[in-house]
């Protein structure tokens, strides 16, 4: 067999990208960095108390249910027990921000590639590729690009939990039943309106189930990051298993597993899924419509007779 | 054809949709069914390549505000056929004229204005918006056409209450039985008011009663719109309930056009008539498509000995008797002319009975089979001035309920 030295090979476009395209890089560094500070500045703004309320509440109103309200709200309140609430606060700007940027270019991309053969040739095996190439073979290369801190892991994040978001906003557009988008097309719709008005409502469901596995493989790579100096929950466990802490490694495991049940039962319920229907939910109440009529309806034979013929 | 205006004639006028020579091709590129196409047995070339034809050379028109019906099995063609009016089926060649406007060679945005406008749609499956209320699906064809949410709103309300839906429109479809759903898609198609309504199979995912319900509603809103409607069925009953005009089709090609009775009384070929074998052939057939002449009638005036004799001639037990002015005065027995003979009377007049039933020619053999062999003569057919349009003999009456092919006038 001949050998191609594939090896040698990459490390010459990495060369290259990294002596002609460093401006690039640098400017991608630069608008992380303040999207991760952003946010981080926003999660921890308030004192971890009042964010730990502020959070059980958004809990509450998402997931409509008073029990693993509760559950959540004293697992955060275990986080800063821990002393770890600005850690765990750091390690959720990072999913967030990487969550964000792999949303708003998934999304758009998943959309494309359920309309076009073509792009869905081209962008199926490259999702493949992300996801099954090992982290750290594109990890250290980041870290070449951008330095050690926050930025690789993130755009390392980015790499690892954007597929969902592409399969699942392709698959959900796919699966709208194709007689309804017909008859959308049937009344003069044009393509942007079936899309708007048909396509995406109906595919919240299955578009939403990818929004919650991007943040729960982007808090996957929370510890990963933490190898490259991510800060956040992923140095607290990368530094206490290197100087064999045990108890500390089991602490921010801890956080990491509860951030892990907050974000995703929360961002479940957004998307529909798990939400309670609690009757002291406030409820509205449909238009011009009374109570009596709506329950005759109810039972699907509200109809009146038209005919007698149906004998 | 150049896409425009074709000129108008005085018989296009009265044409709503003219297909000509539509074929479609599934399965194959433009170029590769362009050739196919143009083969001796286009149907074999194109299979050959791979592909299949939906529709194969299909030319019909539909006049303005008649109910058509395209009928066949599963396979057959119709639903393809009915795509290309709105073209959500591009036809592979072929033209297809809207009143006289070619909508093969339209642009996208008058396609958007044609489907919004001029033709409206009701699906097998119903195929409402299931995020949207009853009312907001009624509206959408209004909202594509951008008109305000208040006046839209109103006007489906009045399209909800013409299926029997009003005071349902803050209902979502989830909380609707089958036949209310359908009646939502009828009242979206409704509310645009189209000139021109297709129908894929509306009515066949609904339970026999309610079909029964959605028809006879149907044709209730075709009674005061007299609406150009293409209606796609695989229920000849259905077909016969509904239609004014039926087109069977088979593996993508017409087989027969024609009225109801007609493909009853006359199958073109056995396909038709396998499957006219199921009909209800009582409730379709009419006095009109079984008639024939009267093989003996005689005048009043005709002398009662004469009259007798004839009657032996012709082996019958008594014939009709019509005035000077040709109208039906009744019937004579061969016992009623002996009577007259041995009084002497001059004409038959005296021995005049009405000892028989008419029927008009539009009545359904089904309300007045239980009359024949009743009487002296068969049943009889007159029309509304009394003159008589011939007779229904009880072994016509059979032999077109059974499975006898030929059952045409005599």
């Known amino acids: 067999m001949p050998d191609f030295r594939i090896g040698e090979r990459g490390d010459a476009v990495i060369n290259y990208l990294r002596d002609h395209f460093g401006g690039f890089f640098d400017v991608i560094q630069q608008v992380m960095t303040d999207l991760l500070g952003l946010t981080y500045q926003a999660l921890s703004a308030l004192s971890p108390l009042a964010m730990i309320a502020l959070l059980t509440v958004l809990a509450l109103v998402a997931t409509r249910r008073i029990g693993l309200t509760l559950i959540l709200g004293v697992g955060l309140l275990v986080i800063e027990s821990m002393d770890l609430w600005f850690e765990t606060m750091q390690s959720m700007a990072t999913v967030l921000g990487a969550t964000a940027v792999a949303l708003v270019v998934g999304i758009p991309l998943g959309i494309w590639s359920a309309f076009s053969p073509v792009v869905r040739a081209i962008v199926t095996p490259l999702l493949d590729f992300m996801q099954t190439i090992p982290v750290f073979v594109y990890l250290l290369p980041t870290v070449l690009f951008f330095g050690i801190g926050p930025v690789p892991g993130v755009v390392a994040t980015i790499v690892f939990a954007a597929p969902p978001a592409v399969r699942l906003t392709q698959l959900g557009i796919r699966q709208v039943d194709a007689e309804t988008v017909e008859a959308a097309t049937a009344f003069g719709a044009s393509r942007w309106e079936v899309l708007r008005e048909v396509q995406l409502p109906l595919a919240k469901a299955t578009i939403m189930a990818g929004v919650n596995q991007v943040i729960m493989l982007a808090l996957s790579m929370v510890v990963v990051a933490g190898l490259v100096g991510g800060g956040g929950l992923g140095s607290i466990v990368v530094n206490a298993v290197q100087s064999l802490q045990i108890g500390a490694s089991i602490e921010g495991g801890l956080a990491v597993v509860i951030l892990a049940i907050y974000l995703d039962r929360v961002s479940s319920a957004l998307g529909g899924q798990g939400r309670g229907n609690p009757t002291w939910w406030p409820r509205r109440k449909p238009a011009g419509a009374d109570a009596a009529h709506a329950e005759q309806v109810a039972d699907g034979v509200g109809a009146p007779p038209l005919s007698k013929a149906a004998a | ?410």
């Open chain 2, 1 to 410: 054809m150049s896409g425009h205006y074709s000129q108008p004639t005085g018989e296009s006028e009265e044409l709503a949709i003219v297909g000509r020579h539509l074929t479609k091709a599934y399965g194959l590129s433009e170029r590769k069914a362009a050739k196919a196409l143009e083969a001796p047995d286009p149907a074999a070339a194109v299979a050959a390549e791979g592909g299949f034809l939906g529709a194969h050379d299909v030319s019909f028109q539909v006049r303005k505000g008649e109910m058509f019906v395209i009928m066949g099995l599963s396979g057959s063609g119709k639903s393809t056929l009915l795509r290309m009016i709105n073209r959500l089926n591009e036809p592979t060649s072929g033209e297809l004229l809207i009143d006289g406007e070619d909508i093969v060679t339209a642009s996208k945005t008058r396609l958007r204005e044609l489907r919004n406008n001029k033709i409206g749609m009701v699906f097998q499956h119903f195929s409402l918006f299931p995020h949207r209320t009853v009312r907001d699906n009624a509206a959408y064809g209004l909202k594509v056409r951008g008109m305000p949410k208040a006046e839209r709103h109103e006007r489906a309300e009045a399209a909800l209450a013409r299926v029997g839906l009003a005071g349902k429109g803050h209902k979502f479809p989830h909380e609707l039985s089958g036949g209310m759903r359908q009646r939502v898609g009828l009242a979206r198609a409704l509310a645009v008011d189209p000139p021109i309504l297709l129908m894929d199979e509306p009515f066949s995912a609904l339970d026999p009663l309610i079909r029964r319900d959605m028809q006879d509603l149907l044709s209730g809103l075709q009674a005061e719109d007299r609406r150009t409607t293409v209606f796609v069925t695989h229920d000849l009953n259905e077909a016969m309930r509904i239609g004014d005009q039926i087109m069977v089709m088979r593996d993508g090609k017409v087989i027969q056009v024609g009225a109801g009775v007609d493909i009853v009384a006359r199958p073109a070929d056995d396909y038709v008539s396998e499957f006219v074998s199921d009909v209800d052939r009582a409730r379709v057939l009419t006095a009109q498509d079984l008639v024939r002449p009267a093989l003996l009638t005689m005048s009043v005036k005709e002398p009662p000995d004469v009259a007798l004799r004839r009657l032996a001639d012709n082996e019958a037990n008594g014939a009709f008797v019509f005035d000077v002015d040709d109208r039906l005065l009744g019937v004579v027995s061969d016992t009623d002319l002996l009577v007259a003979i041995n009084a002497d009377q001059p004409d038959l007049s005296g021995a005049v009975s009405q000892d028989y039933d008419t029927v008009e020619p539009d009545a359904v053999v089904g309300d007045f089979m239980h009359l024949s062999g009743r009487r002296l003569v068969p049943i009889t057919v007159v029309d509304r001035e009394r003159r008589l349009a011939g007779v229904v003999p009880r072994a016509a009456i059979l032999s077109a309920l059974s499975h006898v092919k030929e059952t045409s006038h005599a």
